[in-house]
């Protein structure tokens, strides 16, 4: 398989563009005293807005030149690791973000759950994708395809299927363009 985020590293950032992390913020409901784990984050591009937020950041991905690009970034701790098997010991992080990333991980369903996993009690995910079932992301997700970037697009209900586990809260916020946010809170 092509490693396109390797190749993308040093330019991502610029090509992405930054982001209005305002509304993002309120649905993580930050500031917290614990860390953020940013689970395929890649170059830590949002994430590195709240380490003034939090204890710190934790920016997971498996792209070295992704990851080298976020420890250049203050305050962001790179931690190269598969998102299906953490690093982590059980009920350690206060809240876990994955921004744009579930449709490129190999097994999304164990990713799910080795996040409410690492999730402290009263902890929360957040999952922001885009959404299949606007024309823009068909779109997108034709392209990913024709480049062999190995994508799948999750409906928000697939994703809340993938958490099982008792003791959840979950939500669905839909951002009024091409993507949602799917919260799960970790009640116990």
Same mark, same amino acid.
């Given at each position: 398989?092509? +490693?396109?985020?390797?190749? #993308? /590293?040093?330019?991502?950032?610029? #090509?992405? %563009?930054?982001? @209005?992390?305002?509304? $993002?913020?309120?649905?993580?409901?930050? =500031? &917290?005293?614990?860390?953020?784990? @940013?689970?395929?984050?890649?170059?830590?591009?949002?994430?590195?807005?709240?380490?003034?937020?939090?204890?710190?950041?934790?920016?997971? +991905?498996?792209?070295?030149?992704? $990851?080298?690009?976020?420890?250049?970034?203050? *305050? !962001?701790? =790179? !931690?190269?690791?598969? !998102? +299906?098997? #953490? =690093?982590? /010991? @059980?009920?350690?992080? @206060?809240?876990?973000?994955? &921004?744009?990333? #579930?449709?490129?991980?190999?097994? /999304?369903? $164990?990713?799910?759950?080795?996040?409410?996993?690492?999730?402290? =009690? %009263?902890?929360?995910?957040?999952?922001?994708?885009?959404?299949?079932?606007?024309?823009?992301?068909?779109? $997108? /997700?034709?392209?990913?395809?024709?480049?062999?970037?190995?994508?799948?697009?999750?409906?928000?209900?697939?994703?809340?299927?993938?958490?099982?586990?008792?003791?959840?809260?979950?939500? &669905?916020?839909?951002? *009024?363009?091409?993507?949602?946010? !799917?919260?799960?809170?970790?009640?116990?």
């Amino acid at each position: 398989m092509i +490693d396109h985020f390797s190749f #993308l /590293a040093p330019y991502y950032d610029k #090509l992405i %563009g930054s982001s @209005d992390t305002t509304r $993002l913020k309120d649905i993580l409901n930050i =500031p &917290v005293d614990g860390w953020i784990l @940013d689970a395929g984050g890649g170059t830590g591009r949002i994430s590195s807005q709240f380490k003034d937020s939090s204890q710190g950041i934790i920016v997971c +991905d498996l792209s070295w030149p992704m $990851l080298k690009q976020s420890g250049n970034k203050n *305050g !962001v701790m =790179p !931690v190269n690791s598969t !998102v +299906d098997s #953490l =690093p982590f /010991a @059980d009920n350690t992080i @206060d809240r876990v973000l994955v &921004v744009d990333a #579930l449709h490129h991980f190999k097994n /999304a369903r $164990l990713a799910v759950q080795e996040f409410i996993r690492v999730l402290k =009690p %009263g902890g929360k995910l957040v999952i922001e994708e885009f959404d299949i079932n606007t024309l823009f992301v068909k779109c $997108l /997700a034709f392209a990913e395809k024709i480049l062999l970037m190995g994508s799948h697009f999750y409906k928000p209900e697939e994703i809340i299927q993938m958490a099982e586990y008792s003791g959840l809260n979950t939500d &669905v916020v839909r951002n *009024g363009k091409h993507s949602y946010w !799917v919260t799960i809170e970790k009640v116990v």
